[in-house]
């Protein structure tokens, strides 16, 4: 028996279902079923909720996510084999597990969640993490679908997430999360906890969505954060010449021309971005 429930220990689900992780998958599984329990309780109460999960392999975190009180998991595999283990979990809990076999890079999540409150919590597989989290934070609809995102990702990429002006791993992710996002390490986690262990640390990121971020066109943000982070050790001046009259972009913006892109809070790459579209719209 398990620490929270009467389902098989993971390992043993490993070894019957011949679920040999694959490093093209980014699958690194998650086996200590308290620790799986420790991030979905960083997901805040789950009563009523329904969770969207991303990859959950042997189903050691879907398991957490239920016996944590999920009203109903979304599980999106794309593995063909783990749907065998998922199945018996969903036989465990009636009624409150949907396994979606698929690409969670084209899933329709926000019409699997349904009408009610969803949240996002994953161990999310690492060859795809960063490339969902944009897709969530920058998607045209906003406020979204999820009211939180409890996500795994390699410490690395946490730290480049949360990172605001001054901090080294500042950057385009920085100012993207932190204009629609409050974002947080909740904790760490060492790669002995996976199966196979990876050569690196993990961090558990916790992101609550801001109701109403500054006004600004995702394109447009992304766009500028391109060219002043591109070169991000020369000033501004020059590292946005290739946006159009740089001196004119960075007046109309309020900021200084000397400044480096390491240097300039979310707001500022907002004001940025909105004078960018605003001389495009004019010499259209």
């Known amino acids: 028996m398990s620490a929270i429930d009467d389902l098989p220990p993971l390992r043993d689900v490993l070894r ?4 040999i992780p694959k490093k093209a998958l980014g699958q690194n599984f998650l086996l200590d079923l ?15 909720v329904t969770v969207v999960e991303v990859g959950p392999g042997p189903g050691g ?3 957490a996510l239920l016996a944590e009180g999920a009203a109903k998991v979304v599980a999106i595999e794309k593995d063909h084999r783990a749907i065998a283990a998922l199945d018996e979990i969903a036989a465990r ?4 597990l949907e396994i979606v076999e698929g690409d969670a890079l084209e899933v329709d999540m926000a019409r699997l969640a349904g009408d009610g409150p969803a949240r996002i919590i994953a161990n999310l597989p690492y060859n795809v993490a960063t490339p969902l989290l944009t897709g969530w ?18 410490r690395e990429v946490a730290e480049r997430i949360v990172a605001g002006p001054g901090d080294d791993a500042y950057g385009r992710l920085g100012v993207l999360c932190g204009w629609r ?14 199966t196979p262990p990876p050569k690196v640390t993990s961090s558990v990121v916790r992101l609550t969505p801001r109701p109403d971020p500054l006004p600004c066109s995702v ?11 591109g070169q991000r050790r020369k000033m501004l001046r020059q590292s ?45």
């Not at 308290?34 to 009523?48: P, V």
């Not at 394109?219 to 982070?229: D, G, I, M, S, Y």
Request: with cysteine; net charge neutral; proline share 5%.
């Open 181 to 194: 996002c409050e974002a947080r390490i909740a904790f760490d986690v060492g790669p002995q906890a996976f």
């Open 240 to 284: 946005l010449k290739s946006l159009g009259d740089a001196a004119a972009l960075l007046e109309a913006a309020g900021l200084e021309p000397t400044r480096r892109a390491e240097e300039i809070p979310v707001d500022g790459f907002v004001a940025l971005a909105n004078a960018w579209e605003a001389a495009r719209k004019t010499s259209a």
């Open 61 to 63: 975190l879907t398991r």
């Open 16 to 19: 019957k279902h011949d679920l």
């Open 93 to 96: 809990y009636p009624g409150r």
């Open 219 to 229: 394109k447009a943000l992304e766009t500028v954060t391109q060219a002043a982070f």
């Open 34 to 48: 308290n620790l799986t329990a420790r991030i979905a309780r960083a997901g805040g109460r789950l009563a009523g």
């Open 137 to 154: 934070v920058g998607a045209a609809q906003w406020p979204p679908f999820w009211d939180g995102l409890t996500l795994m990702f390699q």
